[in-house]
């Protein structure tokens, strides 16, 4: 067990560890509090599905240039610009991180990534409330920025 274990464990590095686990807890919080608001404005299944279908388009079809762009060179211009879009940043770090992303690079896109995440919990989590206390009513689409600028209270 020894023989099989050294060679993998022999570039281990546990920044790299961290970091993935950091970009991974984080795009699944950023996209959990899309699909949430989803369906916060759904009234039914059919409404669910009406607004995921163009927002999981949003998020999945930058993904397959930026792939091919990540095999070609981790350090192209379209993933590194996509490190940079919070909304993206999860699944073009992780993508990246496996050819060499410099520190400075992983933190910045970190921090970035934390902001979005805290600004994204406030807003949506408005909606939410806001939906919760409105008797079962889903938010029209129109009403949603004025349910996020709203304070709570």
Same mark, same amino acid.
Request: glycine share 8%; proline share 4%; no cysteine.
């Given at each position: 067990l020894g023989r099989v274990l050294r060679p993998l464990l022999s570039g281990f590095d546990a920044g790299l560890v961290a970091? /993935?686990?950091?970009?991974? $807890?984080a795009g699944y919080l950023v996209y959990a509090m899309?699909?949430?608001?989803?369906?916060?404005m %759904?009234?039914?299944?059919?409404?669910a599905q009406a607004y995921l279908v163009p927002v999981m388009m949003a998020l999945i079809l930058p993904f397959a240039p930026m792939v091919n762009a990540?095999?070609?060179?981790?350090?192209?211009l379209f993933p590194r610009v996509m490190s940079w879009i919070p909304i993206? /940043?999860?699944?073009?770090? $992780?993508?990246r991180m496996g050819g060499g992303v410099p520190v400075w690079e992983i933190l910045g896109a970190? %921090?970035?990534?934390v902001v979005f995440v805290a600004l994204e919990l406030l807003l949506l989590g408005r909606v939410f409330q806001?939906?919760?206390?409105?008797?079962?009513?889903a938010p029209k689409l129109g009403q949603?920025?004025?349910?996020?600028?709203?304070?709570?209270?």
């Open positions: 970091a /993935t686990v950091f970009f991974f $807890l899309v699909f949430l608001a989803i369906g916060t %759904a009234e039914s299944m059919q409404d990540v095999l070609q060179s981790p350090d192209a993206y /940043t999860p699944m073009a770090m $992780l993508a970190s %921090a970035l990534l806001a939906s919760l206390l409105n008797s079962g009513r949603l920025i004025g349910l996020m600028r709203a304070r709570a209270g």
